[in-house]
């Protein structure tokens, strides 16, 4: 992998990086030269590197977790944030409620899962071609490419993730 990842001087924050992807996540970014410091929902006994396990108040490897980094980014700037990856991040409050006014209606939700489970490959392609990028609105500049990326990837994830 020489050349592929250049992170010298870099610091990065894997989250779950104990075992098993994480792990191996880990383990590619030190080697590309990253500092790179982990946290788990508990501290593993025997885990490489131990002093750079991070003891968190916030678990940041659940999507509740990825809201608290997308709140202090929008709350605080990206001053002391260089990047942030939510890699499956679903932000924890979309729907409208008394805590969140401008969220939407439990019904887009329940009209989501209805179209999900009534034909999960047009409804990838339906999603995509309208509201995920935006190209269901005036002048929009619609990517084909994307639209079959979109879908390619709603089809390659497991049923019980993508309805959740």
């Known amino acids: 992998m020489s050349g592929y990842l250049e992170l010298e001087g870099k610091r990065a924050l894997v989250t779950?990086?104990?075992?098993?992807?994480?792990?191996?996540?880990?383990?590619?970014?030190r080697e590309a030269g990253a500092t790179v410091l982990t946290t788990a929902r508990s501290r593993p006994e025997?885990?490489?590197?131990?002093?750079?396990f991070v003891a968190a108040d916030v678990d940041v490897s659940t999507a509740e977790g990825g809201g608290e980094v997308a709140r202090y980014i929008g709350r605080y700037g990206t001053k002391r944030v260089a990047k942030a990856v939510l890699m499956g991040a679903v932000p924890p409050i979309m729907v409208k409620m008394a805590a969140n006014p401008g969220g939407l209606p439990?019904?887009?939700?329940?009209?989501?899962r209805k179209a999900y489970l009534a034909d999960r490959s047009q409804f990838f392609l339906d999603v995509a071609s309208g509201p995920f990028f935006g190209f269901n609105r005036p002048g929009a500049k619609v990517s084909q490419g994307m639209?079959?990326?979109?879908w390619l990837q709603g089809m390659q994830a497991g049923h019980k993730n993508a309805f959740d």
């Open 46 to 52: 025997n885990v490489a590197h131990a002093d750079q």
């Open 106 to 112: 439990i019904e887009v939700f329940d009209g989501f």
């Open 16 to 29: 779950g990086g104990t075992k098993g992807v994480g792990e191996a996540v880990v383990a590619t970014l």
């Open 147 to 150: 639209i079959d990326w979109f």
